[in-house]
C-alpha cells in the first residue's frame, strides 16, 4: 500500500506559477511510477504528467509540455508538478497518483486526495 498526499495547491493570478508536492507513505515510493492528474468541474478527470520510477522517462499532456515539469526525490518520497504560466483553464483539483507501471492512462492503483488550484484574475 501506498498513501499520497498532495499540496501546495491554491489561488493564483494567470501568468504565476505554482509547485504541487506529493508526498509518499507505506511501500517504498521509489518503486513505482508517478502520475499527475486533473479534474475541472463538470469535466472528466484528465492526464498531466507522468513520471518513471528512476526520473528517465516522463509524458505530457499537449496543452502543459513547455510549462509543466513534473519530477521526484526518491529520497525524500515526494514527486513534485511546477506550474509555469498558469492560465485559467488549469483551474482543477489535481491528484497526484502511484502505480508499478508507467502510462498516461488513469490506470493508476494509488491516488491522492487531491488538491484545488484555482487560476484567476
Known amino acids: 500500500q501506498v498513501q499520497l498526499v498532495e499540496s501546495g495547491g491554491g489561488l493564483v493570478q494567470p501568468g504565476d506559477s505554482l509547485t504541487l508536492s506529493c508526498a509518499a507513505s507505506?511501500?517504498?515510493?521509489?518503486?513505482?511510477?508517478m502520475g499527475w492528474f486533473r479534474q475541472a468541474p463538470g469535466k472528466e478527470r484528465e492526464f498531466v504528467a507522468s513520471i518513471s520510477w528512476n526520473s528517465i522517462v516522463s509524458y505530457y499532456k499537449d496543452s502543459v509540455k513547455g510549462r509543466f515539469t513534473i519530477s521526484r526525490d526518491n529520497a525524500k518520497n515526494t514527486g513534485y508538478l511546477r506550474m509555469n504560466s498558469l492560465k485559467p483553464e488549469d483551474t482543477a483539483v489535481y491528484y497526484c497518483?502511484?502505480?508499478?507501471?508507467?502510462?498516461?492512462?488513469?490506470?493508476?492503483?494509488?491516488w491522492g486526495q487531491g488538491t484545488q488550484v484555482t487560476v484567476s484574475s
Open positions: 497518483a502511484a502505480d508499478f507501471y508507467l502510462s498516461q492512462g488513469p490506470e493508476y492503483t494509488y
Open positions: 507505506g511501500r517504498s515510493f521509489s518503486g513505482y511510477a
